[in-house]
């Protein structure tokens, strides 16, 4: 096929480096207003009538201009950024808070920006130096236990701090939380309610599931049961880790009737491994998971296991941040959401 004469030729666009970039007189002059006018639309709407923010609105889609929000934070001093932190994006429990979150500080006119710092402080450390450098109008933390170093910066910051998914009476900030040795102490009641009396722990190594453990090895010892068997895999636990956990449990103690699992993936991968072996549930073994995510209740057997209100968690957070962000005062800024066992079939 002879090759199109030149003016048929598509135009190859022009390269981003070599484009004038839109500035905010562009807007105004299109919009016809003035630039301040243009600055209030777009970073406090609520003091500009609705026919002259659609209107700028449409300037900004039409020129493709992008605000220069760092520079407008040094301005102002605010950001409307929000960081969370999270110790995995892999799996589901931590995503109704960071879900609810999200929602929460966008109809307050905030950003979220995730960070996966894994279970090591020295990785926390490392994002929060980045972070603070940034002056993000608020931090959401998931767990309290951060290092000397971290807890001296996220101190001198003054940026408004909320600590989740635990608990503990001498917070950086605020805290949004809940005890972990109360909730291990409450399954251990519940399984020796259920006659459950040689028991058994597959537990993640990371401090929270820690804290659920010394909970649920006091409570034991309260009942005076024998100590319960422990096997430890490293977090974030998985269903693959579930199965070779109760064969290792089973190996230490056969005669094991119950076993509470850090995760609902370790719970999951229990209930496969108990079904290749033969074991009924909760007949022969009763199974109790944590965090109640989307299988726990459609699985054979459906999964006893405990739930975080992890939208309660992720909207008080986000208010906490908001409010003090906009110079408010927090009447109440720890808070115990608490926890529910969700009883099921397997338990």
């Given at each position: 096929m002879p090759r199109p004469p030149p003016s048929t030729l598509p135009e190859t666009p022009e390269p981003i480096r070599n484009r004038p970039v839109v500035t905010l007189r562009e807007v105004a002059e299109q919009a016809g207003v003035s630039m301040i006018t243009v600055s209030r639309a777009i970073n406090t709407p609520g003091q500009v009538s609705e026919p002259t923010r659609i209107r700028i609105q449409a300037a900004i889609s039409s020129l493709g201009y992008v605000p220069n929000l760092i520079a407008g934070g040094l301005r102002s001093a605010r950001s409307h950024l929000v960081t969370a932190?999270?110790?995995?994006?892999?799996?589901?429990?931590?995503?109704?808070?960071?879900?609810?979150?999200?929602?929460?500080?966008?109809?307050?006119?905030?950003?979220?920006?995730?960070?996966?710092?894994?279970?090591?402080?020295?990785?926390?450390?490392?994002?929060?130096?980045?972070?603070?450098?940034?002056?993000?109008?608020?931090?959401?933390?998931?767990?309290?236990?951060?290092?000397?170093?971290?807890?001296?910066?996220?101190?001198?910051?003054?940026?408004?701090?909320?600590?989740?998914?635990?608990?503990?009476?001498?917070?950086?900030?605020?805290?949004?939380?809940?005890?972990?040795?109360?909730?291990?102490?409450?399954?251990?009641?519940?399984?020796?309610?259920?006659?459950?009396?040689?028991?058994?722990?597959?537990?993640?190594?990371?401090?929270?599931?820690?804290?659920?453990?010394?909970?649920?090895?006091?409570?034991?010892?309260?009942?005076?049961?024998?100590?319960?068997?422990?096997?430890?895999?490293?977090?974030?636990?998985?269903?693959?880790?579930?199965?070779?956990?109760?064969?290792a449990l089973l190996a230490a103690q056969p005669d094991i009737d119950a076993v509470f699992c850090s995760s609902d993936m370790l719970a999951l991968g229990v209930l496969t491994e108990a079904r290749a072996r033969a074991m009924a549930v909760p007949d022969q073994l009763a199974v109790v998971g944590f965090g109640d995510i989307e299988f726990a209740q459609t699985v054979i057997p459906s999964l006893t296991t405990v739930r975080i209100d992890g939208t309660r968690m992720g909207e008080t957070a986000a208010g906490f941040i908001a409010d003090r962000a906009e110079g408010k005062t927090v009447a109440e800024p720890v808070v115990?959401?608490?926890f529910s066992i969700m009883e099921r079939e397997s338990a």
């Open positions: 932190l999270v110790p995995t994006t892999t799996g589901q429990l931590f995503g109704e808070m960071v879900q609810s979150l999200t929602d929460a500080l966008e109809l307050r006119g905030y950003q979220v920006m995730l960070g996966q710092v894994g279970y090591a402080h020295s990785r926390e450390d490392e994002l929060l130096r980045a972070i603070v450098g940034r002056r993000p109008d608020g931090i959401v933390l998931t767990g309290i236990m951060h290092s000397p170093e971290g807890r001296r910066l996220l101190q001198a910051s003054g940026i408004p701090v909320v600590e989740t998914w635990d608990f503990t009476p001498n917070p950086i900030d605020m805290l949004v939380g809940l005890s972990h040795e109360q909730l291990g102490a409450a399954v251990c009641k519940h399984l020796h309610a259920k006659g459950r009396r040689r028991l058994g722990l597959l537990s993640g190594d990371d401090e929270r599931a820690a804290r659920r453990r010394k909970g649920f090895y006091a409570e034991a010892g309260r009942l005076g049961l024998r100590e319960p068997a422990l096997q430890l895999e490293k977090s974030p636990t998985s269903h693959t880790e579930g199965r070779a956990g109760l064969a115990d959401i608490g």
